[in-house]
């Protein structure tokens, strides 16, 4: 899970990594649709941080609010805030097709009579949205980012933006080829012995050595079984009951 109190600051202003951390994962979601561009907002912004413009024009905005570690929306006139990034995006943005919010917080739902950030964003916020302009309003928020940095795509981001260390397969095949370099000439297959311990390293890696090694149990085992078929029937024969003696044998017997 994402301890956004680890955020590492980019150009010492933790609120700018956040920005750039939802451009990343934007351009790795949706790079192939068109182009992307970044909006300096030293002069006021536009309502959004950065936006791709699609093949035929149209437009999606990602708007970065980085609340923490007061997450709440009713805190500092933030709902305020927001609506007022909406309509400026609008503004500056005629073709704007769909707007996304990023937050590290998860919205709260209904409790009651309160009617909670989520309702607040699905049934409020839209009235933000000029009437003559169909915007898509897009929320990502706290298990996004969660589920997005533990993809293989993004490998290599957490490590980036929280230093944290990813234990990915890259990670373990960087850490097998050192290993394997370090031990060199050391190792002669001539003086290895196989011990039980390998055939179950083998089975949990499920690799060539594993199936050669179900191969050969099997056909072994098909032997036995041919044995031991020959045998079942041999005694399901009918025993002889009546048996002719030979007269010289009875004689000499």
Not at 41 to 63: A, H, K, M, P, R
Not at 126 to 136: A, F
Not at 162 to 188: C, N, P
């Amino acid at each position: 899970m994402i301890d956004w109190s680890e955020l590492k600051t980019y150009e010492n202003n933790k609120y700018r990594s956040f920005e750039e951390l939802c451009y990343q994962i934007a351009k790795g979601l949706y790079g192939e649709k068109g182009r992307f561009t970044s909006i300096d907002d030293s002069g006021g912004g536009d309502g959004v941080e950065f936006y791709l413009t699609l093949e035929n024009g149209d437009e999606w905005g990602w708007q970065a609010k980085f609340y923490y570690p007061q997450p709440r929306l009713s805190y500092s006139n933030r709902k305020q805030s927001i609506e007022k990034s909406l309509k400026k995006a609008c503004e500056k943005h005629p073709r704007l097709k769909k707007w996304i919010l990023c937050t590290p917080t998860n919205f709260t739902p209904r409790k009651g009579r309160s009617q909670g950030e989520q309702v607040w964003f699905e049934n409020t916020l839209c009235q933000s949205i000029p009437p003559n302009m169909n915007v898509d309003l897009e929320h990502w928020e706290d298990g996004d980012f969660n589920n997005w940095l533990s993809e293989p795509r993004f490998s290599g981001k957490w490590h980036y933006f929280f230093g944290e260390l990813e234990l990915d397969l890259e990670w373990f095949k960087t850490q097998f080829g050192k290993q394997k370099a370090s031990v060199g000439e050391k190792f002669d297959s001539s003086l290895h012995t196989e011990i039980d311990a390998e055939i179950d390293i083998h089975a949990l890696l499920g690799d060539h050595t594993y199936v050669k090694h179900i191969t050969g149990s099997i056909k072994k085992l098909e032997g036995v079984l041919t044995d031991l078929n020959e045998a079942i029937d041999n005694l399901r024969k009918p025993i002889q009951k009546d048996i002719e003696w030979d007269e010289k044998k009875r004689e000499g017997s």
